[in-house]
């Protein structure tokens, strides 16, 4: 008993995020997808200070060109260096990810409090969130683009407003996970002493909601906000690919990808780039989301 | 359990119902107008004629109405007819595609055998791959063989399908011309060699919607695996004495199928979704590339119809998972 009271004693006290950090470090996995990850957010944001070429510069004679010391990963037919334009991309492509996954986890999360806390409009929001589910999502999302995209292209100008389009559909069409998770967590919550304790002193409804509901579905929603950033990026380049995302002249990796398959007889190597950029980035996410998950889970850490 | 069925059946009406709502006042509120793209030399009293000829002059509320008659009733009457050659539509309007004035069931029913071929066969392959992976994935956690596992299937659900697919295609078609890159739908199978060039043409497109599936589904599998292993009766059943085979493949394995069956329900539908972009890339043209030309062509009954279709697939095999589960799961049925 004295040996556990004074070893005890000894340690420095831990934090909550201290252990969740130290469990995070063991999955190798998690790890170097958090480093490539800051490795891509820092190449596309310094990107053109690193490699000052602009990606919309046209030097037409030295389209098509191979991998050189100007060029490191050639040009495409109208001479554009395929590196400025990969960074561009890039830049574009997280911004729409960033955007949309915090536009889904607010509504996500607003909904899941909301739905959980209130009993009230608990079964018509719950109600909303299924049929949300039962949409066929690509199909639609093709549709309100299509429809919306020149009414937004007029009033915002051709690249705001299909950014604003991009972002606002798939930001509306993935919120359901998240308020599922939520409302469920919310729901056990409700039921715990802190939070009868809190009522009982006369806390109001809201800053129950901050002080002590919120914190303690912090996890569930750091969990989904990592796979909805891989999820809007995947999203993003679909669109882009199908011809219904951003215009051609402004690159992201989706685009970039529907470009260069035009090209895939002659030049194959083109589609690597983007297609790799994207798929090692959502990999890469993926990864963080998995070890986050192993990590803010109490029953695991430790082990 | 019959109960329990009728139950889920009678929810599924209001929300199909509430969906078509919802899809058709998107693409009618919509800004746009279909009469937009004609030439500017027809006079606006005749683009006036064409815009009634396209059922624009009725209120909402009618064509609403009117287009939930057309699916609902006449659709179903016109394929009695077809099948049964007792016609009780008497020629009732059916829903008709603006592009090319002829029904739109009728396109859906020639786009449908490329999409079932390619998006089925690849569902059923992956399936088969994913099972087993998943099963020696957790009865051997943390071996070589789960470490591969993990990290193929990780790449399997990261990386997109328009990626894998274009990657394919440099690889197998560009570089070796081992397979065609596109799809080839007039392609009849009559003998071996041309039995043999289907196989081919298939092979690409379906490998990339397999690994994409099977990515997933093993993942399911390994976790469920995983949940019943440490279970008593689990113990118990070594205990008895019983061969690791039977405890594996008939008492682990029955019990962790419950979530994995109604998983697989659940894909089936966003696989045809996902399957859009598949059929971009191998230009098979089948559902997904009909709904995208539809929505170049703005032709919005086939859009309007072609979207409802893949709703309705959500929902019926949303209820099929929930009765699944409930055959399955004795507990749940009373819930």
Known sequence: ?303 | MFHYTIRRLLLAIPTLLFISLILFLLLDLAPGDPTAQLPLTIPPEVKEKIRLSLGLGEPIYIRYLLWLQQFFVNEPLHLLAEITNIDLSGGAQRVISWQTRSPVVDIVVQRMPQTLWVVGLSYVIGVLIALPIGIISAYRQYSWFDQIGTFVSMVGFSVPTFFTGVLLIVIFSVQLGWFPSIYDTTHRVEDWPSFLFQVKQLAMPVAVLALFNAAQISRFMRASMLDNLNQDYVRTARAKGLAERVVLLVHVLRNSMIPVVTVIALGVPTVFGGAIITEQVFKVNGLGQLLITAIQANDIPMVQTLTFMFAVLIVLFNLAADILYGILDPRIRYD
């Open chain 1, 1 to 303: 008993m004295t040996d556990l009271a004074a070893s005890g004693a000894e340690r420095p006290p831990r934090s909550q995020w201290g252990d969740v950090w130290d469990q995070f470090k063991t999955h190798r996995g998690a790890l170097a997808g958090t480093i490539f990850f800051a490795f891509v957010l820092l190449a596309v944001v310094l990107g053109p200070v690193i490699w000052p070429i602009d990606a919309q510069y046209i030097d037409i004679r030295a389209r098509n060109s191979g991998p050189s010391l100007e060029h490191p990963l050639g040009t495409d037919q109208l001479g554009r260096d395929t590196l400025a334009r990969v960074f561009a991309g890039g830049r574009a492509s997280i911004a729409v990810g960033m955007t949309a996954m915090l536009l889904s986890l607010v509504l996500g999360t607003l909904i899941g409090v909301v739905a959980g806390f209130f009993r009230r409009i608990d079964g018509p929001l719950m109600r909303l969130t299924d049929l949300f589910l039962a949409l066929p999502l690509l199909p639609l999302l093709l549709v309100i683009i299509l429809l919306f995209r020149d009414a937004l292209r007029t009033a915002f100008g051709p690249e705001t407003g299909i950014f604003i389009l991009v972002v606002f559909v798939i930001g509306i069409t993935s919120w359901m996970q998240t308020a599922r998770i939520v409302r469920g967590d919310v729901l056990a919550l409700r039921e715990r002493e802190f939070v009868l304790a809190a009522k009982s002193v006369g806390t109001p409804p809201r800053r129950l909601i901050s002080r002590h509901i919120l914190p303690n579905v912090l996890s569930p929603i750091m969990v989904s906000a990592t796979l909805g950033i891989a999820n809007a990026i995947i999203t993003e380049s679909a669109l882009s690919f199908l011809g219904l995302g951003f215009p051609s002249d402004f690159p992201t990796w989706g685009r970039l990808l529907f470009d260069a398959t035009d090209y895939l007889q002659q030049y194959p190597e083109r589609v690597l780039w983007p297609g790799l950029a994207i798929s090692l980035t959502v990999l890469s996410v993926n990864y963080m989301g998995d070890g986050l998950r192993d990590a803010l889970d109490p029953r695991i850490r430790g082990r």
